[in-house]
């Protein structure tokens, strides 16, 4: 039987952020951060990722297993260990705070695109 992991280890302490990264990078898509509140297990992320691809990556055989690979690079957790009920999260931490940290870094970059070209501006 297989052993079935109770969490995908993530804890707060940035990593959640990467393995979101992680996950988009291996699908080569952007998630929609208003919806990380939403995200209490891995199925409740996997459903959000099967919502960006087409329908040829939905056919795609073994998409779980690439998801599961992904998301577990940041922890180490077995990604064959996961499954849809595994929570992302260590128990005790909220995704508030990775929705504030993302939205935080939209805002960081979009910010810094500005001053760049600002700077380019003055400079020429």
Not at 54 to 76: M, N, P, V, Y
């Amino acid at each position: 039987m297989d052993e079935v992991a109770i969490s995908v280890g993530l804890a707060g302490d940035g990593d959640e952020i990467s393995a979101i990264y992680d996950v988009e990078n291996a699908f080569n898509i952007k998630f929609d951060y208003d919806y990380v509140r939403n995200w209490i297990t891995a199925g409740d992320l996997f459903a959000s990722l099967k919502k960006t691809l087409s329908d040829s990556e939905l056919a795609e055989i073994g998409l779980w297993d690439r998801f599961a690979i992904a998301l577990c690079q940041e922890t180490g957790v077995d990604p064959k260990a996961l499954k849809p009920e595994s929570l992302l999260i260590l128990e005790g931490h909220s995704w508030r705070r990775i929705h504030d940290a993302l939205s935080w870094l939209w805002v960081i970059g979009f910010a810094l695109i500005a001053l760049l070209g600002v700077a380019a501006y003055i400079l020429s």
